[in-house]
């Protein structure tokens, strides 16, 4: 620093009176803070305008009092006050938030950090503290977290009840007409003509329909996502349905290890949604898809090489989807982005994190009917590796081609 | 390959069927289009795992029908049989076409698979490739 030279015996003390004058008046205008002193006793020593706003009391009335009048009954009675200050002492500072108590006896919840002030000879001269209203925040992430808690139960209540209905079909109406189909041409080969001929063409009509029913639960409920994770699913989806569609298709996965149950279903339906899309939408004569672990989650990106032309928000079922591809994903705590470039293709993106979880791990997934209880899959399927590998139970490999 | 295919004159010995579903229209069904067949025979009938792992036992048929999704887990009787009555061939029959479900199929050691909606004659066709009647596919 190149101040004058002390002869002018004035300057500096000057100047750092203006500064600490400016620097008190900080602190004092600061709206959004409580800042505040204590002694090394806990009475309150000095107040701001942010204390004030905050905490309801003038500057006269709370001067000199202890701050445990800011603590609910039951912190006074714990001692909460001065633990806080002993710690404070101890390791310099102390971090909390927690209920406080405002003039008028209502509660807020608080940001607190109080700071140990020692002299340079090492003696306690008292404790700054500052104090945030956290009150507002805390509610809005509340409701944020109810507003993914009530998503995500939403999520499983939808899938359960499609994976009920597909398990309905499966075991009951597709056997059902499996049976007929199979009697009717038992019948047309025993029936004199015409009625062989309407009867191998009741037959094809019985036939067809089981394969729309069949096409409808695969959709309803990804076979084997329970069972047999993730990519697995994904494979299926790519090879039994958007190939009837015409449309070429290449995977590549590198996942570290298999997303919880919540998480596969999510990025499913965000995938299903987002190819269904491409189908309708592109144009597109092929579509790749990738799955990779990043951030302790999980990216994937859908790109088509189609027209390029963004969804016409104002088709419902567009709009609509991406509405939902969104909200899943967001909801899930990740994002989403729809890229589209004319001539180019559109690309859907999105990541969802996924940490091992502690709640949403306890929910059963309810598992099929007949195989759930059976002694294979206690056995066998529990020990299969993630599919990311490619053989054993699983026929996809690392990448897989369309023709 | 078997014996009794040599002699001009011997007809070829019949094949023993066993139908393992629990779905009882199919069941009746399914006995009925093998019965109807001059060369096959239906020997036992089993609508879960445990009775159709016991059948398989007493009567060792050439072949077995088998449901992939059966009370008491399809790949499990498919592992139960073959240990029973190695000589049984084993034709897993099935609603799911998905890749999963063939996976575990074939993992139990199943060769022969179809999805159900199959006509009568290509579920004929896969029993009797299966029981060495016909060239493998």
Known sequence: MTAPQDSSGTGRPARRQASETAFTLLVQGVLDYGIFMLDPGGHISSWNAGAERIKGYRADEIIGRHFSTFYPPEDVAAQKPQRELETAVAEGRLEDEGWRIRKDGSRFWANVVITALFDEDGVLRGFGKVTRDMTERRAAEQALTEHRRLFEHLVRGQEQERQRIAWDVHDDTIQSMVAVGMRLQLLAGRMPEPYAAELAQLDHTVRDAVTRLRNLTFRLHPPGIDRHGLVEALTSHLSDVVESWGLTHSFEHRIDREPSPERAVTIFRIVQEALLNVHKHANASRVALSLESVDNGLLTRVKDDGNGRPLDPTAYHGHFGVMEMRERAESAGGWWSLRSEPGAGTTVEFWVPDLPSTSEDDVPTPGPAGDGASPDAAAGDGTSPPAATGDGASPSPAEEEGP | ?137
Do not use: W
Request: with cysteine; glycine share 10%.
């Open chain 2, 1 to 137: 390959m078997t014996a009794e295919a040599s002699g001009p004159k011997a007809p070829p010995r019949q094949l023993d069927v066993m139908i393992c579903d629990d779905n009882i229209m199919l069941l009746e069904v399914l006995r009925e289009v093998v019965e109807s067949e001059p060369d096959m025979t239906v020997v036992a009938t089993a609508q879960n795992a445990e009775e159709a792992i016991r059948l398989a036992g007493r009567h060792t048929p050439d072949l077995a029908v088998l449901d992939v999704r059966f009370p008491g887990g399809g790949p499990y009787a498919a592992r139960e049989i073959a240990r029973r009555s190695p000589r049984t061939g084993i034709l897993a029959f099935s609603a799911h076409g998905d890749s999963g479900a063939v996976g575990e199929m074939r993992h139990a050691g199943v060769t022969e698979y179809l999805v159900k909606g199959a006509t009568n004659r290509e579920f004929l066709t896969a029993l009797r490739r299966l029981g060495g009647r016909l060239p493998k596919s």
